[in-house]
């Protein structure tokens, strides 16, 4: 019976030992845990980020727009935008004859590149 009595004597002078541990260290995980959210600052941007994808949704349906319907680019020039499966039709159509196309592809572009006329000026209150 001496070795029963000195288990249960070992055992009960290591009880308060573990206990304390194991308070020490859940109250260690309780101040990590406190630490970690008072310190940790709010998202940043969030309100910013929405906007942002709003108007990147908003400017990839106006680029789907422009690449798929025909429209002005420049109506004062007269310059026309044309869908991707039209443009492709008509320059396959036009480069049959490469020097003819070359020639109204660089009219095209002096055309569209060409500065707009210049407004009149303003006769005086005096003619």
């Not at 929405?50 to 420049?74: F, I, S, Y």
């Not at 499966?85 to 020097?99: I, R, V």
């Not at 020639?103 to 060409?114: D, M, T, V, W």
Request: proline fraction near 8%; hydrophobic fraction near 40%.
């Amino acid at each position: 019976m001496h070795s029963n009595e000195s288990e249960s004597c070992c055992s009960s002078r290591h009880a308060p030992v573990i206990l304390a541990v194991l308070a020490a260290s859940l109250i260690f995980a309780g101040l990590v845990w406190a630490t970690k959210k008072y310190t940790t600052p709010a998202p940043l941007g969030t309100e910013r980020a929405a906007e942002r994808a709003k108007a990147r949704a908003e400017l990839t349906a106006a680029e789907a727009d422009a690449l798929n319907t025909v429209g002005w680019a420049d109506p004062v020039k007269g310059v026309v935008r044309l869908s991707i499966s039209e443009a492709m039709k008509l320059a396959e159509k036009q480069w049959q004859d490469p020097g003819k196309a070359r020639k109204e592809l660089i009219a095209r572009k002096e055309k569209e590149s060409a500065p707009p006329p210049k407004v009149p000026a303003k006769p005086s209150e005096y003619e």
